[in-house]
T-cell receptor, first 114, second 112 residues
Framework: GESVGLHLPTLSVQEGDNSIINCAYSNSASDYFIWYKQESGKGPQFIID?????DKRQGQRVTVLLNKTVKHLSLQIAATQPGDSAVYFCAERISNFGNEKLTFGTGTRLTIIP | DADVTQTPRNRITKTGKRIMLECSQT?????MYWYRQDPGLGLRLIYY???????NKGEISDGYSVSRQAQAKFSLSLESAIPNQTALYFC???????????FGSGTRLTVV
């Protein structure tokens, strides 16, 4: 069946270090993969997305890598800051004749250690 | 003001009661969604709507109903609340772009 999941539920990183959050997916029909950040008491916020025909995309301090061979997605956050502490979700978007839906992974809690 | 507003933010209700969660948006998006978030399970889609006359079931629609009264409003109802519906509920809108989803701040519902 379809699933989007994460390898690690928690991750602690020293402030200033880089962090990598991983995600596995199983649906090859997804056209976009998206990373969201959820801070306590808030809804998920868009961080970065990557189209299924790409293997890397960079944003401000974030990079998403997509390996379709092993159906793996990762989010790299460079020079982590205390404000990066949050739960991070990957999601895959599947479009079917104009109907698109997001399927979310279970989330990884990232804690930045001062 | 928030682009996507959910009310109430928190609610405690008794088993068997009917409860409605409201969502309104100022994004002008046609597409609206209701998700449920449980610890360790991520967000799961309950219902979604692509315009005022369109209602679609998500993966966990049993026990829920929705109403799309206008483009800007999408409400979620629990006809007879049960304890395993205790969760965090999120409303979202989209313009069909992958980066175009906007989530509300959530409604924490507790059924006792």
């Amino acid at each position: 069946g379809e699933s989007v999941g994460l390898h690690l539920p928690t991750l602690s990183v020293q402030e200033g270090d880089n962090s990598i959050i991983n995600c596995a997916y199983s649906n090859s029909a997804s056209d976009y993969f998206i990373w969201y950040k959820q801070e306590s008491g808030k809804g998920p916020q868009f961080i970065i997305d990557i189209r299924s025909n790409m293997d890397k995309r960079q944003g401000q301090r974030v990079t998403v890598l997509l390996n379709k061979t092993v159906k793996h997605l990762s989010l790299q956050i460079a020079a982590t800051q205390p404000g990066d502490s949050a739960v991070y979700f990957c999601a895959e978007r599947i479009s079917n004749f104009g109907n698109e839906k997001l399927t979310f992974g279970t989330g990884t809690r990232l804690t930045i250690i001062p | 003001d928030a682009d996507v507003t959910q009310t109430p933010r928190n609610r405690i209700t008794k088993t068997g009661k009917r409860i409605m969660l409201e969502c309104s948006q100022t994004k002008g998006h046609d597409r609206m969604y209701w998700y449920r978030q449980d610890p360790g399970l991520g967000l799961r889609l309950i219902y979604y709507s692509f315009d005022v006359k369109d209602i679609n079931k998500g993966e966990i629609s049993d026990g829920y109903s929705v109403s799309r009264q206008a483009q800007a409003k999408f409400s979620l109802s629990l006809e007879s609340a049960i304890p395993n519906q205790t969760a965090l509920y999120f409303c979202a809108t989209s313009d069909n772009r992958a980066d175009g989803y906007t989530f509300g701040s959530g409604t924490r519902l507790t059924v006792v």
